[in-house]
Each structure stands twice: as C-alpha cells, then as structure tokens.
C-alpha cells in the first residue's frame, strides 16, 4: 500500500514558476521501484497526462508541457517533483500524483494503469 501526499499548489501569475512535490509512503518495495507520474484536472475536463517516470527513469511529458515543465525523483526522501516554469493560465487545474508498483520499463501516460493517487492540489495561474 502506498499513500501519496502532495505539497500545497499555489497561485501564480503567468510566467512565474512553481514547484510541487509529492512524498510517498510505501511499505515493502523501495520507492525507486514504483513508476510515478503527474496529471492534472481543469474544471470541467477530463483528466489528463502530464509527466511520468518510467521504473527505471524513462522520462515523458505531455506535449503542451515540454520544454517547461521536468519531473526529477529523489528516492532518499520517497519524494517526486514537478517544476513548472513559464506557467500558462491554462496550466489551471488540480494536480495529482500518482503511483504504480508495476514494473514500467518505460514511463506510464493512461491514468488507468496508476494504482495510487494523491489527494490533488490545485495550481491556478493568473493571466
């Protein structure tokens, strides 16, 4: 069982950055053994992909991130991160953290294949 607990999201205005971290407490499998991810949720959208790492740091991002977001891990601290620069308005949305125990030699985009969830956090950016 692993519980996954984000840091505080924020308000920020457009172009600013922000960092979210996302701790993990998991019991029997080192944390380096679970692949991670990010999605978010705009009010009235589906949930969508934003970046994930594989089990063995195969790195993805969706495309409306890349070149402004990076997600990085520190398996000391059981911790994944999500820095976000040049954020845009429409970067709004509650950010979750997920978790799978499934050995991914690659990183994992579908929601559906995440076994853990954090409980969300929301970032909103100001125009």
């Known amino acids: 069982q692993v519980q996954l607990v984000e840091s505080e999201g924020g308000l920020v205005q457009a172009g600013g950055s922000l960092r979210l971290s996302c701790t993990a407490s998991a019991s029997g499998r080192p944390f380096s053994n679970y692949a991670m991810g990010w999605f978010r949720q705009a009010p009235g959208k589906d949930r969508e992909f934003v970046a994930a790492r594989g089990t063995i740091g195969w790195l993805s991002y969706a495309d409306s991130v890349k070149g402004r977001f990076t997600i990085s891990s520190d398996a000391a601290k059981k911790a994944v991160y999500l820095q976000m620069n040049s954020l845009k308005p429409d970067d709004t949305a509650i950010y979750y953290c997920?978790?799978?125990?499934?050995?991914?030699?690659?990183?994992?985009?579908?929601?559906?294949?995440?076994?853990?969830w954090g409980q969300g956090t929301q970032v909103t950016v100001s125009s």
């Open positions: 997920a978790a799978d125990a499934t050995f991914r030699a690659v990183a994992v985009r579908a929601a559906s294949d995440y076994e853990y």
